[in-house]
């Protein structure tokens, strides 16, 4: 077990719950977070604490009484409750701020009161039976979970919240087993064949064209800011850019530190939760979201198993549970429900109303089956949350380079500052992006396995039969046109509301008035209401985690609530890029007969870099048989 260091652990919740009391105590508008009945409540949990902090001794009697710490966390745990219940009961992009400030405070709080009762079970008895190295375990695996649900449904808001969380998640993973990284020297670059400068190389041969008539043009010959800027408005492969000696861009150290679960948990340490979709595609029925384990979720993409340092870890003190405040039970592994509609991503189903903060993190049994659905990190701000990685990559300069809004996509407004956010998952095309399009330049890095991209220009929008267009169907005459006009009817309203970019932007904008990682309308447009939890599927009574739906065609687009599809994803196609048939040629004629031809396909590998402007439709899937790691920068 590693060691514990008590003289950096006490400062920092004296640091913490002090500071709390003065913003609680201190001006209106800090208090005004909450209203008056909840400042008073979460008041006297932040001065029970205190309290405990302040005291010189605490006696522990033989029987385990320790009512000061059952106080504060009975009081945490209220509060959290209520936060929870106002963060359920309306859309996610309707949550008042104040009820996400709450759930965020009342993380901090009881796992501060957790972790200031570990430490000082272990010094005031040190020298009698205290709590054993499982127990403490478990209590630090269940802050951990606790403050990183605080990070993914409430963006830890509110100021100087989310270096706390970092700093507590720190001090508990000091009671969790340690992992060695198995980080090899850097592969050596492959040799570059000669080109003359400045010339745009075609697709390498293993790349052959499967669903574009062209490639995307590539090279290795890096464009100046300036020639870039002057023909930003379409793509461009950038082969080896993140590792090539002649690079402008440093060498990405995430090249080889990313490609190894003990690698990556060895960075950010034990315990951590992420936000996963569900299903091989957005569009699928029974795609879903949940959080779960990030160590179970490196292991089902390909990424490893984890295995602990000290493995043989101590099993003795288990009587002594109650003295750790857990459930001797509640480390018990658990299979997660994958099945089923998206729900809101913030506790188990099965857990309390304290939504989850009294649960301990379990173990996750990995999906690795064929016949179970792929599990994906999307779009989602991993740094913000894991801050270690930061180090492993640097912003290429064109992320910087504030391009002009090219004239196919007049409606482009740059983000503040560039948004970074990953993709990981699967390889073997199990995990498939539909086609859709975004507001903003990206910047896409590939970083670990192989991926594959189609690209179309803004102009074939009313061809693609996005969501919600009234023509995502045709039935195949000659001509194209469905019962109702068929794809006609959608490329007359393209052109009538102009470039699809447009519904993109707005998506975007609801998204980004809220301070969660992961929104209630993400990067395709799904609606948050709903996301609950380890298992943020299903209402359906059906949980033996297998799709459905696995008879239908490869990605078939479809989705259990239309309505909403229609509303929220007018952004994304319903045209199954990857999977080519007489069977998409009568429903979506019209694609294959506009949309393809001018089109564009490129398979990026460890390194390469992929430019192009917003508006463009793009889909992407993973290859090969190993996991995939993408970093998209928007700017």
């Known amino acids: 077990?590693?060691?514990?260091?008590?003289?950096?652990?006490?400062?920092?919740?004296?640091?913490?719950?002090?500071?709390?009391?003065?913003?609680?105590?201190?001006?209106?508008?800090?208090?005004?977070?909450?209203?008056?009945?909840?400042?008073?409540?979460?008041?006297?949990?932040?001065?029970?604490?205190?309290?405990?902090?302040?005291?010189?001794?605490?006696?522990?009697?033989?029987a385990g009484n320790h009512a000061a710490f059952d106080a504060v966390d009975v009081k945490a745990r209220t509060l959290s409750a209520l936060?929870?219940?106002?963060?359920?009961?309306?859309?996610?992009?309707?949550?008042?701020?104040?009820?996400?400030?709450?759930?965020?405070?009342?993380?901090?709080?009881?796992?501060?009161?957790?972790?200031?009762?570990?430490e000082t079970a272990i010094n005031v008895r040190a020298q009698q039976a205290g709590p054993g190295q499982k127990s403490r375990r478990a209590v630090a695996r269940a802050c951990v979970d606790a403050l990183d649900r605080a990070i993914i449904v409430a963006g830890a808001l509110?100021?100087?919240?989310?270096?706390?969380?970092?700093?507590?998640?720190?001090?508990?993973?000091?009671?969790?087993?340690?992992?060695?990284?198995?980080?090899?020297?850097?592969?050596?670059?492959?040799?570059?064949?000669?080109?003359?400068?400045?010339?745009?190389?075609?697709?390498?041969?293993e790349e052959e064209l499967r669903y574009a008539p062209r490639p995307v043009p590539s090279t290795t010959a890096y464009p100046t800011l300036d020639a870039y800027l002057a023909t930003c408005d379409r793509p461009l492969v950038l082969r080896r850019f993140l590792d090539a000696p002649d690079s402008p861009c440093p060498p990405w150290p995430a090249l080889r530190r990313w490609m190894r679960a003990a690698d990556l948990v060895a960075r950010v340490g034990r315990g951590r939760l992420v936000p996963v979709e569900v299903g091989g595609a957005y569009t699928d029925r029974g795609w879903g979201q949940r959080i779960m384990s990030f160590e179970a979720f490196l292991e089902s993409a390909g990424f490893g198993r984890v295995e602990d340092e000290d493995a043989d870890e101590d099993e003795s003190g288990d009587e002594n549970a109650d003295e750790a405040g857990v459930d001797k039970n509640a480390g018990a592994p658990k299979r997660e429900d994958v099945d089923g509609r998206a729900r809101r991503a913030d506790c188990d189903t099965n857990a309390d109303d304290g939504a989850g903060l009294d649960a301990v993190a379990r173990p996750t049994t990995p999906v690795s089956a064929a016949d179970d659905p792929p599990l994906y990190l999307a779009q989602h701000q991993l740094f913000s949350q894991f801050p270690q990685l930061t180090a492993d990559f640097a912003l290429p300069d064109y992320v910087w380079s504030s391009p002009l809004a090219p004239a196919a996509c007049p409606a482009y407004v740059a983000p503040a500052e560039p948004l970074v956010n990953v993709w990981v998952g699967a390889g073997g095309g199990r995990i498939v992006s539909p086609a859709h399009t975004d507001p903003y330049y990206n910047c896409y890095a590939q970083v670990v396995g192989r991926k594959r991209v189609w690209l179309a220009p803004p102009h074939v929008a009313p061809y693609m039969y996005a969501y919600g267009s009234g023509g995502r169907d045709g039935d195949g005459g000659d001509d194209g046109a469905g019962e109702d006009g068929g794809g006609g009817?959608?490329?007359?309203?393209?052109?009538?509301?102009?470039?699809?970019?447009?519904?993109?932007?707005?998506?975007?904008?609801?998204?980004?008035?809220?301070?969660?990682?992961?929104?209630?309308?993400?990067?395709?447009?799904?609606?948050?209401?709903?996301?609950?939890?380890?298992?943020?599927?299903?209402?359906?009574?059906?949980?033996?985690?297998?799709?459905?739906?696995?008879?239908?065609?490869?990605?078939?687009?479809?989705?259990?609530?239309p309505d909403l599809a229609a509303e929220y994803m007018t952004n994304t196609s319903s045209v199954p890029i990857f999977s080519p048939s007489r069977a998409r040629r009568r429903r979506f004629p019209l694609f294959d007969a506009r949309a393809r031809p001018a089109s564009f396909e490129a398979v990026l590998g460890p390194g390469d870099v992929l430019l192009f402007p917003p508006g463009w439709w793009h889909a992407m899937r993973g290859e090969d048989d190993g996991p995939a790691w993408s970093l998209s920068m928007w700017f």
């Open 158 to 205: 509110g100021p100087t919240r989310m270096d706390w969380v970092q700093r507590l998640i720190t001090a508990c993973q000091a009671y969790l087993p340690c992992v060695r990284a198995t980080t090899p020297p850097s592969p050596p670059i492959p040799e570059v064949e000669a080109r003359p400068a400045k010339r745009a190389r075609l697709a390498r041969p």
């Open 489 to 561: 009817g959608a490329g007359d309203e393209s052109a009538e509301r102009g470039d699809s970019v447009d519904s993109a932007v707005a998506a975007y904008d609801a998204m980004d008035r809220l301070p969660a990682l992961h929104a209630g309308l993400d990067h395709h447009g799904h609606d948050g209401n709903g996301l609950d939890g380890d298992s943020l599927n299903g209402d359906d009574d059906d949980n033996d985690g297998h799709n459905d739906d696995d008879d239908r065609s490869d990605n078939e687009s479809s989705l259990d609530e």
């Open 83 to 118: 936060a929870h219940q106002h963060i359920h009961a309306v859309p996610f992009y309707l949550v008042e701020r104040r009820w996400l400030r709450l759930y965020t405070d009342a993380a901090i709080c009881l796992c501060a009161n957790r972790l200031l009762r570990l």
């Open 1 to 62: 077990m590693p060691h514990v260091d008590n003289a950096q652990t006490l400062p920092l919740l004296r640091d913490i719950v002090g500071k709390l009391q003065d913003e609680l105590n201190g001006p209106a508008d800090a208090r005004d977070q909450h209203d008056l009945a909840v400042t008073h409540q979460l008041g006297a949990c932040v001065d029970s604490l205190a309290a405990l902090l302040s005291a010189t001794s605490i006696v522990f009697s033989s």
